[in-house]
């Protein structure tokens, strides 16, 4: 929404303390804002610190998910609802690094630890979870494109560590195969140039849904 000039200028000249008492006000309704303004002015935990914190999170709730396993629909949920908060933590701290780095984390612990299970699943009930990954796997390796040429190799073994991961799973591969992912780009550590654009016609063209 665009704030017209002679509204912005009306709040400029509100008194400090009526000033206050919005900021307050709208920041009990957002509160990614808060966290966000929150660490930006007051925290004294650096991004780095939050993202191992988070890190160690990811590692134990994967495993707990692991360890009380029902179904790949219930290990989907509890992938998503780490997503979420990995989404959070970027909106807070601006953490690029982060945001590719625990997301490979995420689909590694969880690959690691279930293939097995996911690869015993009927495609048909593993087809959500599946679909699910290699869409995440194309975002991440959109995020690595955006990143300096400089940043890359930090990722070159995460990236190959999943494809390996996939190349291990039918399933995973049959997903993969119809939907556009080349394993190869991951083991190889050979991204294309145009990768988001290879993305956004796969959605064009009703792929990774």
């Given amino acids: 929404m665009a704030f017209d000039p002679e509204f912005k200028k009306a709040l400029q000249l509100l008194p400090d303390s009526e000033k206050d008492k919005l900021i307050l006000r709208l920041l009990k ?11 930006e002015l007051v925290d ?8 191992e914190q988070l890190k160690n999170r990811i590692i134990r709730r994967i495993q707990l998910a692991t360890d009380r396993y029902y179904s790949v629909g219930y290990l989907l949920m509890d992938i998503r609802d780490i997503s979420g908060e990995i989404n ?54 959109m995020l690595i494109q955006k990143q300096h040429e400089d940043l890359h190799l930090e990722f070159n073994d995460d990236i190959a560590t999943l494809g390996k991961l996939i190349g291990n799973n039918h399933h995973l591969m ?36």
């Fill in 29 to 39: 309704r957002d509160l990614n804002l808060a966290s966000k303004l929150r660490f």
């Fill in 44 to 51: 004294t935990e650096s991004v780095q610190d939050k993202r």
């Fill in 88 to 141: 959070q933590h970027v909106a807070i701290t601006k953490d690029k690094f982060g945001e590719i780095s625990l997301n490979c984390l995420m689909l590694q612990q969880m690959l690691e630890l279930n293939n097995e299970r996911i690869g015993a699943e009927k495609y048909g009930k593993a087809y959500t979870l599946c679909i699910y990954i290699i869409a995440r796997i194309f975002k991440i390796l």
């Fill in 174 to 209: 049959k997903t993969a195969n119809l939907n556009g992912l080349n394993v190869n780009w991951l083991i190889e550590f050979n991204i294309p140039n145009n990768i988001a654009d290879i993305y956004k016609t796969l959605r064009e063209n009703g792929r990774l849904k």
